[in-house]
């Protein structure tokens, strides 16, 4: 991971990517304009780690061209994220562990019907792996 700038290092961009469970917002660009989607992620071995659908929009713009935006902020005070660029790769293979990790992370552990449904279609799967990360971060907490 390389810090551009912002208030934060890299183990402080490190430890909120491991502490915030919100969806990581990616965006990709395609022969029809942007494209930003959200999706459940893992920060795991210097890389953003996602899971969806082998035939979602994004896996196809992602095949095409792998460089990404991607920002994980929440939406409610005290605002504070980071946000940044890297490279993506599809891994089919990684699919049957990365999509357990997530639902247990915004799920929790107990069995969910969501969670349920999600595994009922792993199958049909891929990992997002994201490196070569270049980050901002910032932080307004002193100002909320």
Do not use: K, N
Request: aromatic share 8%; with cysteine.
């Amino acid at each position: 991971m390389i810090p551009r700038s912002g208030p934060w290092t890299a183990a402080e961009i490190e430890e909120y990517l491991h502490d915030a469970v919100i969806p990581v917002r990616i965006a990709t660009i395609g022969s029809t304009g942007p494209l930003v989607q959200s999706l459940w992620f893992i920060y795991a071995d210097a890389a953003l780690w996602c899971a969806t659908q082998a035939d979602a929009v994004l896996v196809r713009r992602l095949r095409a061209d792998p460089r990404c935006g991607f920002e994980v902020a929440a939406d409610a005070p005290p605002y504070r994220g980071v946000r940044g660029r890297g490279r993506a790769s599809i891994e089919a293979e990684s699919a049957a562990t990365v999509l357990p990790r997530l639902i247990e992370r915004y799920l929790g552990s107990q069995p969910t019907e969501l969670g349920t449904w999600l595994l009922s279609r792993l199958d049909s799967e891929v990992a997002i792996r994201i490196t070569d990360l270049s980050v901002t971060s910032w932080d307004y907490t002193g100002r909320m």
